[in-house]
Structure formats: C-alpha cells, structure tokens
C-alpha cells in the first residue's frame, strides 16, 4: 500500500510576528518600524510549508491550542496545503509564539520568542496508523517525548526518519539514536565534537549516527554551505548567492526540501542542490515563509544559479 503522504512532520509550528526595519535600534531607542506582518513559522511547521510549496504531499502531527495564534496557524497550514487532520487542539492552549525583528540593512535577524502555553503533542497519541502513511517522517527536538515516540514508530515501519536538530539537551543521544538522516548547524557539531567547519563536524556527527544505523550526516553552515557524510563518501554543497532580506527560516526549507527529495528518491547530490537552493530563495523576502519558493522556481535558480 503507497504511502498518503511523502513528508509528515512533528515539532515546532509557531506564530510569528515579523516586524522590518532598515536597522535595529540600539537601547532605549525608538524606531518607525517599515512593516509589520504575521506568518507562520517554527522548525517543523517551516519545513511542511516548504514541502508543500514545491509540490509535496505532507500533513502536521502535533498539537496547537485553540486561541488566536494556535488557530491561525492552522489556518495558514490549510491555505499552504499542509494536512491538518493530525493536529490535536487543547481548550485553552496557544503556540510558540515569536517576534522576529528584521534588519533590512545587515541581513539578519533578531528572534525573541516563548513556549509557555504551547501545548506538547503527548507521546501515547503517536500511532502506527499515521506514522506508516509517510515516506519521511522529520522531527524536530522542541519537543521530545512526542518526536522519539514518532521516531521509534517510524524505524520499526521502515519510514525515512529526517531529524533538524538545532540545540543540545539531556535527550540527544536518544535522537541521534534514531535518525536515518540527520541534519545539524555547525555550532551544533562545534558544541558537540569540538570540531571546526561543516565538514569535519559531519564526519564526527556520522561516526555517532553510524553506530546506530543511521544512513548520513549533514551539518549546515549559513552562507559557507553544507557537508554530508554517508557509508559511500562525503559530499561538499555550496550555498548559493542571492538577494538577502531575512535569514529567518533558511534552515528550515533546507529540511523540507532535503526531506521531500528523500521521500522522492533522489540521489544525495540533486537533494542537496535542491535543498541549499529552496533555502537561498527564501531569503528574497522576510519572515521564515513568504519567500520560500515552487520547485519551479528553484529548477529554475538553479539552471544559472551562482555559488558563494
């Protein structure tokens, strides 16, 4: 029996308000801000939107409450074509929420955020029914007790499990336990292994997720690219040059991709060009979503695409 879904995410959805400004203020100071917009966000969520934005099957398992922000998030995933029949709604619940200041000028971000009355999806609501309908099931590690149990689940099934793991905690080694793909930024590594650059911090991240099964190591590095490590070698992909308005979200359009081209059957290499260039596109514009690309566009970026 096929698969419903090529991607079914579990993790971070959160609500952001997204306010530009040409640059920061400094303390005490106060600044006329250029716009002020609300968008989706957060790892896993970003990811799906990404998925489904170039074309993919995915759906949302997780929780949202039932106030302002938990229900535009999944009116926003209804309007991007993210499956919602997953999502639980606890009365009185919210969301991640989170302000994201923009600096037009620097290209980068400032992020201030809260999880306080997000609700956690609980571990004993993840069933073999859902998780056997995916290809790939991602994971982040916000909110662990509900991402292992997918994990498990999903190993057991024989679906692709892709882990975005952006922070250390006491539940690490459980997850790089269970990862068939996983994905970290270089600090993470850096952290970790003690290593510097994305190459040698991928060599090290595959030596632990090796051990365990797990098919590769990828480690990101901003505007300096990625680096995966696999059984049959390495592999060094560039990031691409492109107009730069935010630099919320890139990482995670990178794992939407990554995993959509996983449960698509792409080679490494093809994943990883696609990957770096959905997350270069989605800097044109600011927030983590608006600017996140079709595949056409990114076939299309691609054919004169320049590297870093």
């Known amino acids: 029996m096929e698969p419903d879904y090529d991607v079914i995410g579990m993790g971070v959805c959160a609500f952001d308000l997204v306010i530009e400004v040409e640059r920061c203020p400094g303390p005490d100071q106060k600044l006329r801000a250029d716009r002020i917009r609300q968008q989706g966000g957060g790892v896993a969520g970003t990811a799906l939107v990404a998925v489904a934005r170039l074309g993919g099957r995915c759906a949302y398992l997780g929780a949202l409450g039932d106030d302002t922000f938990g229900s535009f998030c999944v009116r926003e995933f209804e309007r991007e074509g993210v499956d919602t029949r997953f999502i639980s709604r606890p009365a009185g619940a919210s969301a991640l929420v989170a302000v ?14 809260t999880d306080q009355d997000a609700p956690r999806l609980p571990a004993e609501s993840v069933t073999a029914d859902v998780v056997r309908r995916a290809r790939v099931l991602h994971v982040d590690n916000y909110f662990p007790e509900a991402a292992l149990a997918g994990a498990r689940l999903a190993r057991s099934l024989g679906v692709i499990v892709t882990m975005d793991l952006e922070r250390q905690d006491e539940r690490t080694d459980e997850f790089l336990a269970l990862g068939d793909y996983v994905t970290v930024p270089e600090d993470f590594a850096r952290a970790r292994y003690g290593t510097e650059g994305a190459e040698e911090g991928a060599r090290a991240l595959y030596g632990e997720v090796a051990r365990h099964g797990g098919r590769a190591a990828v480690v990101t590095d901003g505007v300096r690219g990625s680096f995966a490590v696999t059984a049959g ?40 060009r696609c990957a770096s260039a ?21 076939e299309e970026f691609l054919r004169t695409a320049e590297e870093v």
């Open 100 to 113: 994201i200041v923009a600096d037009r000028s620097a290209g980068t971000r400032m992020i201030l955020w």
């Open 233 to 272: 070698g390495a592999l060094a992909q560039p990031a691409y040059r492109c107009e730069v308005v935010d630099t919320t979200g890139c990482g995670d359009v990178y794992h939407g991709a990554f995993a959509l081209g996983l449960a698509r059957g792409w080679d490494l290499p093809h994943i990883m």
């Open 278 to 298: 959905t997350a270069a596109l989605k800097c044109r514009k600011p927030g983590g979503r608006a600017g996140i690309p079709s595949m056409v566009e990114a």
